[in-house]
């Protein structure tokens, strides 16, 4: 006798939420299913690709544009213009979707929020079917927030004073284990968007506005052209425009960074521009040229600015290829956490804040990041200082610009050394970021800096690389495993000194450090941090 047929979806492993049916209804849940079903086997293929450009990478150390799409880097072509609420991006706040977050970022004066399921958010359960909840109740302006620390209470602005919504659903990468489809896990990437499009495509149209997407660790144009079908199929699938759909795409992969003309050309009749994203991006480079040898070394993250001269050819690039396509170009985070105790510390970090935000509006990007709203007004007037009344200066063409393959990969055009304290640190931010992140928070200040999961990659990634290729830092001492196994149980001590015994029993400190050493000394390198990190969070 043959088993019975899997159920075509079935939501497993949890616990039930407050109004969850709101957002799980078996429309929405119908629309996900068809998604996976259409578009999971090319996400499949497009993930195995990924190894095979890596393993070519290892070979030979080495990137190029490509030459077979060189029609579409020649050809005269335009992105669809932006919509009316995607005109003016000069400042976007970045966060996740928790209640208070969404009334915050929505309230900050930012013109954009990214409101984030993907780095800034750990994938409990709860934060992916709540978050969704959040945004429809925010759409609907029946959400409301009461500390219960402080008892102080949260409340929308009026609509014309709000950010316009670009939602960040899970990278390609990432399962929704939770919610299993013919059998297997569904893909995050699908749950996040096919959740949010569903419910709010046509209520962000009665608003003025639509459904806009930032699309993240993309890979290649051809993972930006599976998007672009799957918003041709949803956008029929509920019978709205073509065209209605708007993605923009975070170039923070190192291979992405040589195809940017051909991401937009996919997404042409969606695309919304680009975004300049830091720390991913290093990590990419880290990821894919590891093993290249000591002229791929980074130094600490921290001395890797976007003046360097690789990350000044990436950044200028982007701009360039924007406008030359139609498409806004948006710059980097500025991730400082003003400190309502140190007043001099805050005056440093504003200037440091303002002088970047300067410089990208400078170099003709239409808009910027911040993690905080006390930066918006700092943000906002470095690009008003530019723009003026103009919403943004697409008309900019940078011409002047002239990037070279190799320019993207000169690693070793930086001065700067791996340091001691640089490890250091790397383990410091490591086991507090990964600590937050298995107790369900993917937004978390350390050390006066907004931190999310880009931040763990590259520590991890930076560790792995100096350990590989035999770093010797200024004081003589080399990186080894040993080394970094020491500084972290260093850490580990201090944590429990300063937390206290039961906050740091209560906490998930040992589990962090013991992951935090697993990604970071295995010989195997795990693609994303967030992998095993997930088996913990679910498992």
Not at 156 to 175: F, Y
Not at 438 to 461: H, K, N, P, W, Y
């Amino acid at each position: 006798m043959s088993a019975p047929a899997p159920s075509p979806l079935a939501i497993v492993d949890a616990e039930p939420l407050p109004r969850q049916d709101e957002v799980l209804t078996e429309a929405a849940l119908a629309f996900v299913t068809e998604l996976h079903r259409r578009f999971g086997p090319r996400r499949a293929e497009l993930l195995a690709r990924r190894s095979e450009r890596r393993a070519e990478i290892a070979r030979t150390s080495h990137l190029d544009f490509l030459p077979d799409t060189a029609q579409v880097r020649e050809g005269e072509w335009k992105v669809a213009p932006a919509p009316a609420a995607l005109l003016d991006r000069r400042v976007e706040i970045t966060g996740p979707t928790d209640r208070k977050m969404t009334i915050n970022a929505l309230n900050s004066g930012a013109k954009v929020w990214l409101a984030d399921f993907e780095d800034a958010s750990a994938p409990t359960w709860e934060n992916v079917v709540l978050g969704q909840l959040n945004l429809i109740d925010a759409y609907e302006r029946r959400i409301d927030f009461t500390d219960p620390r402080t008892g102080k209470a949260y409340a929308l602005k009026p609509a014309d004073q709000l950010a316009t919504v670009v939602m960040r659903p899970r990278g390609w990468h990432l399962e929704e284990r939770h919610l299993r489809i013919d059998g297997g896990p569904a893909s995050g990437s699908l749950v996040d968007f096919g959740l949010y499009f569903f419910h709010n495509a046509r209520r962000l149209i009665d608003l003025g506005k639509g459904p806009y997407f930032y699309l993240p660790k993309t890979e290649s144009h051809l993972e930006a052209r599976l998007w672009n079908d799957i918003f041709v199929f949803a956008q029929d699938y509920v019978g709205i425009p073509q065209g209605t759909v708007r993605a923009t795409v975070l170039i923070e992969t190192i291979t992405a960074a040589y195809e940017m003309e051909e991401i937009l050309y996919e997404l042409r009749d969606h695309a919304a521009g680009l975004n300049a994203g830091r720390w991913d991006y290093l990590f990419s480079i880290v990821k894919n040229f590891r093993d290249g040898g000591e002229k791929f070394v980074l130094p600490d993250r921290n001395a890797v600015t976007m003046t360097a001269p690789f990350m000044r050819a990436y950044t200028e690039l982007l701009v360039r290829t924007c406008h030359k396509r139609g498409a806004h170009a948006i710059g980097g985070m500025a991730a400082f956490i003003p400190s309502r105790k140190d007043a001099e510390a805050n005056k440093v970090a504003f200037e440091k804040v303002k002088a970047d935000k300067d410089r990208e509006a400078g170099d003709g990007f239409d808009g910027s990041w911040v993690a905080h709203p006390d930066l918006v007004p700092i943000a906002m007037a470095s690009f008003d200082a530019v723009l003026g009344d103009k919403p943004n200066q697409k008309d900019r063409l940078r011409e002047d610009v002239s990037v070279a393959p190799g320019d993207l990969i000169a690693i070793d055009s930086l001065d700067a050394k791996p340091t001691y304290e640089g490890l250091r640190n790397a383990v410091q931010v490591g086991i507090r970021y990964i600590e937050a992140w298995l107790r369900g928070l993917g937004a978390v200040g350390i050390f006066g800096l907004m931190e999310d999961a880009a931040t763990a990659e590259i520590s991890r990634s930076q560790i792995w690389q100096w350990i590989n290729a035999g770093v010797v830092f200024e004081n003589g001492l080399r990186a080894t495993a040993e080394l970094t196994r020491e500084i972290a149980a260093e850490e580990l001590a201090a944590i429990r000194a300063e937390v206290g015994e039961e906050a740091f029993a209560a906490g998930k400190w040992q589990q962090a450090h013991d992951l935090l050493l697993q990604v970071s000394l295995d010989a195997d390198y795990a693609d994303f941090l967030t992998l095993p990190a997930y088996d913990q969070l679910v498992g």
